[in-house]
């Protein structure tokens, strides 16, 4: 089926035609019948990295967002733990708020490293393929992480909002 692309009325402001994708695909590479349903995911994760020097700073980002948003609270870990290579603590918060969570983080990380990742079926792709980063990147080791939940006997991750706002946004 032929795509529509609009006219001269919906050309950027650089003036360029969108080209077609190049043809054919290389060799070896299968693609998907169809894309997968963003209902796959059940929540998602922020994962605030840390060290000695910054600190202050997680604790005030999670202070802010405690006092902002109903999210399940994570413990506050000072070393490595699961596939988080270095001191951090996390909070998940529902589908519904990830169109104000995630820009609240672009604008708000404090220098800090943020990788969110969604929450389905394969934990391993959630830390490692599906997720996104706010600021710098760093390792994540899902060496021994399931490619399912239910297969490894347990079930998608839920979250369980812990916190209770008592600030309104900044808008």
Do not use: C
Request: net charge negative; no cysteine.
């Amino acid at each position: 089926a032929a795509v529509q692309v609009g006219d001269e009325s919906t050309l950027s402001p650089w003036g360029a035609t969108p080209k077609g994708p190049p043809e054919p695909l290389p060799r070896g590479v299968d693609l998907p019948a169809a894309p997968r349903r963003y209902t796959e995911i059940s929540s998602y994760h922020a994962h605030v990295y840390f060290n000695e020097d910054t600190a202050y700073r997680a604790a005030q980002l999670r202070d802010w967002v405690i006092h902002r948003f109903k999210v399940e609270l994570g413990e506050w870990n000072e070393g490595p733990r699961g596939p988080h290579t270095t001191p951090s603590f996390y909070f998940g918060f529902s589908n519904e708020q990830v169109p104000t969570v995630i820009p609240w983080l672009m604008l708000n990380h404090l220098g800090l490293k943020i990788l969110i990742h969604p929450n389905t079926d394969d934990p391993y792709a959630d830390h490692l393929i599906n997720a996104l980063w706010i600021g710098e990147t760093q390792p994540v080791n899902a060496f021994r992480m399931a490619r399912s939940a239910k297969a490894a006997g347990s079930d998608i991750e839920r979250i369980y909002p812990n916190t209770l706002p008592s600030l309104p946004l900044e808008t």
